[in-house]
């Protein structure tokens, strides 16, 4: 069974870092790529980054290029959002996902008819 456990989240100022983690079960990481979107309060879901172990390859969102850092430590089969220079329009639930992605710097897309597995989500408030 396929389990994402998002961790990290909580209450920062602006201008500060958060790390997150996604503790992953079920799946290796050359099976899914590993993606962070994030959903504000009455906004639609975002994606943020994705990692695909196997080629290489990362993404982020132009807005928090240069900000955020995902990284993956497979011997625990767990991967990191590190977070810096935290903005108050940061604030969201952020997510974990697995899934047949495409991953690149052109972007994150999901493969047609490809599984996609999701986290519970962890809240990150930053503050002004």
């Known amino acids: 069974e396929v389990q994402l456990v998002e961790s990290g989240g909580g209450l920062v100022q602006a201008g500060g870092s958060l790390r997150l983690s996604c503790a992953a079960s079920?799946?290796?990481?050359?099976?899914?790529?590993i993606a962070w979107f994030r959903q504000a309060p009455g906004k639609e879901r975002e994606k943020i980054s994705c990692?695909?172990?196997?080629?290489?390859?990362?993404y982020y969102r132009h807005s928090v290029k240069g900000r955020y850092t995902i990284s993956s430590d497979n011997a625990k089969n767990t991967v990191y959002l590190q977070m810096n220079s935290l903005k108050p329009e940061d604030t969201a639930v952020y997510y974990c996902?697995?899934?047949?992605?495409?991953?690149?710097?052109?972007?994150?897309?999901?493969?047609?008819?490809?599984?996609?597995?999701w986290g519970k989500g962890t809240l990150v408030t930053v503050s002004t």
């Open positions: 990692i695909d172990t196997s080629a290489g390859s990362t």
């Open positions: 079920g799946f290796t990481f050359d099976e899914f790529v």
């Open positions: 996902a697995a899934g047949d992605y495409y991953c690149s710097t052109a972007g994150l897309n999901l493969r047609g008819g490809g599984m996609e597995y």
